[in-house]
């Protein structure tokens, strides 16, 4: 018979990842559609690379302002309640990006000041979204589940390039319907699902295992029981941090730069991936479809390598890989201008990047727990998406001040190997994430 942790998390994973991954999906593409947007919008707005490099990464100023408060709330509320406002305002607002020219006609500011409004605006919003799911996922499945649970929800990350990437490109070409141009439609049309879907998530989610109806008590039993011992294990640890201290914790901030890196190669290179393969001569559609191509393998990098790590137990040498074949790959693409070899070298890249993403959030969650984990988690995410601002700043500056992407692409690979210098520097202890002796596999 099926003992009761295989029987209880299986049923846990099929109510709620699914949804989480559609959700996030749709966050995702919500906020990295202006890429695709840009092949025609920058144009017709009359922004140069440095103007859209900047209104990207605005967003990840705004966001990061917003993000510890927005977990507290998170926490405080209830993630049925917090999250379903999350989506409905951001759908909003990224529709609103649409619009650009009429608000600036009705505003008198001028396009590019609208466009920076409107991604401020948005990265207020949507700030406390993904540390909230982060958090979430922790109230429902133990420390040796997450590699692997954090990985499947994560997908969405890369999944939503390979689906939205094309899509996106097809959208492009819809310019004269109703009078508006392919781009307007784009920012509509995809951020319609946000608005939709919060409303299903104020009556899907479920708050906390307690409530769980849909668990049979045992199975609700053994689910409080567990991860109720891991937290006093976390709390009994000589290593244990308070809200406030969490905050200026040494070893917090330290994760907070490697998460930096990673996400600095993420966007940095995401933001600025579908000019860099339009620059290969390419149609609008056919850019779509070559885009989704290191996300693709991106996608089979995050599921696989996550489950690797939760099989061997081991954290800090898969994240050291990972990041170090981040660097390799982009930093590699900078020197070579054939399409074929320089779409290898970001595919090999992708790999890395969206492999390190899942395994790194064990890392903090591993000595973090409660309200502590909330603030920690949303502090780690905040200062890391500091360098959604400065990666696609950094390569839209170098690319008006150079003319290439190469320069960017090398100053993005440099901080996942200053990451992955980091991590090995830093301390990790795997027996935080072990079954309290008391609280091991019960079997019916």
């Known amino acids: 018979m099926q003992d009761i942790e295989t029987r209880t998390l299986a049923r846990v994973s099929a109510r709620l990842i699914p949804f989480l991954i559609l959700c996030y999906f749709v966050a995702y593409l919500d906020r990295v559609n202006v890429g695709f947007a840009a092949l025609t919008m920058n144009k017709e707005l009359g922004l140069t690379a440095s103007m859209f490099g900047f209104g990207s990464g605005v967003f990840f100023l705004a966001y990061f302002l917003f993000e510890v408060p927005s977990n507290l709330l998170l926490h405080r509320f209830g993630a049925r309640k917090w999250i379903a406002r999350i989506m409905f305002s951001w759908g909003i607002l990224s529709m609103a990006m649409a619009f650009i020219p009429q608000i600036s006609r009705s505003t008198g500011l001028s396009h590019e000041h609208t466009f920076y409004g409107l991604r401020v605006l948005l990265g207020l919003a949507e700030a406390g979204f993904f540390p909230g799911i982060i958090f979430y996922l922790t109230l429902w499945f133990p420390a040796a589940w997450r590699g692997r649970i954090v990985g499947s929800f994560m997908a969405a990350i890369p999944l939503s390039s390979v689906i939205g990437s094309p899509i996106s490109g097809e959208l492009l070409g819809m310019d004269g319907l109703a009078g508006l141009a392919g781009w307007q439609w784009l920012f509509i049309l995809e951020a319609l699902p946000a608005v939709l879907l919060s409303g299903v998530v104020f009556f899907y989610l479920t708050d906390r295992p307690a409530d769980a109806r849909w668990l049979a008590a045992p199975e609700r039993d053994w689910l409080q029981a567990r991860l109720a011992a891991e937290q006093a294990q976390r709390e009994a640890a000589p290593s244990h941090l308070g809200v406030w201290a969490t905050l200026a914790n040494p070893r917090v901030l330290a994760l907070s730069m490697v998460y930096f890196g990673a996400v600095a190669c993420n966007y940095g290179v995401g933001f600025w991936l579908p000019q860099i393969v339009k620059g290969f001569g390419l149609t609008n559609a056919m850019t779509g479809w070559v885009t989704a191509i290191p996300y693709a393998i991106g996608t089979i990098g995050m599921v696989w390598y996550s489950r690797r790590s939760d099989a061997r137990k081991e954290r800090k040498g898969h ?126």
Do not use: Q, Y
């Open 319 to 444: 994240v050291i890989i990972a990041l170090l074949i981040a660097a390799i790959g982009i930093g590699g693409s900078a020197a070579v201008d054939d399409p074929l070899a320089k779409m290898v070298l970001l595919s090999f890249g992708a790999f890395g990047v969206f492999a390190v993403l899942p395994v790194f959030w064990t890392l903090p969650t591993a000595f973090l727990s409660g309200s502590a984990a909330a603030a920690g988690i949303a502090v780690i995410n905040s200062i890391g998406n500091l360098s959604g601002f400065f990666g696609p700043f950094a390569m839209g500056w170098i690319k008006d001040a150079t003319g290439s992407f190469g320069g960017g692409l090398v100053l993005i690979a440099a901080c996942a190997a200053i990451a992955a210098v980091i991590v090995a520097l830093l301390r990790h202890e795997a027996a935080l994430e072990e079954a309290p002796a008391h609280a091991r596999v019960a079997r019916t």
